[in-house]
């Protein structure tokens, strides 16, 4: 299957940490995605992993792979109310030319002052 | 550096007119293009993806076409649009295939 799941919602106070999950299920997957979509606007590429790697940190963010499991995790430290949006998880395929990004359907981030 | 141009930002139009929406990249050449829909759900689904000039992938069956008349333009297009063709269209490129994929700001379509 190609399967992309995420939670819908999460909510999280100002100054918390947030982790937003994500399960794929194609081990052959080379790399995975996070995509920020604030309302109204494109996708932001905000980081992403090569399959094998187990953590990736960037300033705030830190992503944390689960091979095994097929798992994906966001952390984002310190949450601002500007983090409030959409997060997409992705998955990419290796050998297709076109690059299919399998994605899942979303998890809204809500952060509260 | 790259950028990724869509217009219009947002079109109302009435069901059984054309459509052309088009997409623009800057800053690199023979990159990947693609077409994605995102419906009220917020799921992504790809449309159509561009390996080059004229070659045109389609992932599913709809109203819609694609069409790549140069390296960096991508177009979609319809000859009668559908109510159901409302939605989020949003286009990106990549460097190759299994690169991070890069979007503009999106299409807004309403169909009345």
């Known amino acids: 299957g190609e399967d992309v799941e995420q939670s819908l919602f999460l909510s999280v106070r100002e100054g918390d940490s947030s982790v937003i999950n994500c399960t794929y299920t194609?081990?052959?997957?080379?790399?995975l995605y996070w995509y920020k979509q604030e309302p109204g606007a494109g996708l932001q590429l905000l980081t992403y992993?090569?399959?094998?790697?187990d953590m990736k940190q960037d300033q705030r963010l830190t992503v944390l792979l689960n091979k095994k499991d097929k798992h994906l995790s966001l952390r984002i430290a310190d949450t601002q109310t500007g983090d409030s949006a959409i997060y997409f998880c992705?998955?990419?395929?290796?050998?297709?030319?076109?690059?299919?990004?399998?994605f899942g359907k979303g998890t809204k981030l809500s952060v509260k002052p | 550096s790259q950028t990724i141009h869509q217009w219009p930002a947002t079109l109302v139009q009435p069901v059984g007119s054309p459509l052309s929406l088009e997409c623009t990249v800057e800053?690199?050449?023979?990159?990947?293009l693609y077409w994605y829909r995102q419906a009220a759900g917020r799921g992504l689904q790809l449309l159509f993806y561009?390996?080059?000039?004229?070659?045109i992938s389609s992932e599913v069956p709809q109203n819609l076409s694609a069409s790549r008349p140069q390296d960096r333009q991508f177009i979609l297009s319809s000859k009668k649009l559908l109510l159901s063709d409302s939605g989020f269209y949003l286009c990106?490129?990549?460097?190759?295939?299994?690169?991070?994929?890069?979007f503009g700001d999106g299409t807004r379509l309403s169909i009345l």
């Open positions: 990106a490129w990549s460097k190759e295939g299994n690169q991070p994929q890069h």
């Open positions: 992705a998955e990419s395929k290796y050998g297709g030319s076109q690059g299919n990004l399998i």
């Open positions: 194609d081990s052959s997957s080379t790399y």
């Open positions: 561009s390996v080059g000039i004229g070659q």
């Open positions: 992993i090569f399959s094998n790697m």
């Open positions: 800053g690199t050449s023979n990159p990947n």
